[in-house]
Nanobody
Framework: QVQLQESGPGLVKPSQTLSLTCTVS??????????WTWIRQPPGKGLEWIGY???????YYSPSLKSRTSISRDTTKNQFTLQLSSVTPEDTAVYYC??????WGQGTQVTVSS
């Protein structure tokens, strides 16, 4: 059973960089041919896909967030990380990591506020 767990600060100041880590257990992030993704849900809104990193380390981002997004991985720790720069209060959301689309983390609340 694959399990994912998000971790990171719950409060980020405007203009700073949001950084979240997803720790995966029960399966390797390098196993062919899985995709590991980040999604968010702002309060009162639907799910928004942010981007993914695949089993080879290739990345693809939502066009609307591409200029501010970076997804990387640490294969030694079986983790992948989201960085979202220049955040504003509109980036406040519950952030989820997932293995497309079968397994999800429980989500972590991130609030952008001074």
């Amino acid at each position: 059973q694959v399990q994912l767990q998000e971790s990171g600060p719950g409060l980020v100041k405007p203009s700073q960089t949001l950084s979240l880590t997803c720790t995966v257990s029960g399966g390797s992030i390098t196993t062919s041919a899985y995709y590991w993704t980040w999604i968010r849900q702002p309060p009162g809104k639907g799910l928004e896909w942010i981007g993914y990193i695949d089993y080879m380390g290739s990345t693809y981002y939502s066009p609307s967030l591409k200029s501010r997004t970076s997804i990387s991985r640490d294969t030694t720790k079986n983790q992948f990380t989201l960085q979202l720069s220049s955040v504003t209060p509109e980036d406040t959301a519950v952030y989820y990591c997932a293995r497309v689309w079968e397994y999800w983390g429980q989500g972590t609340q991130v609030t952008v506020s001074s």
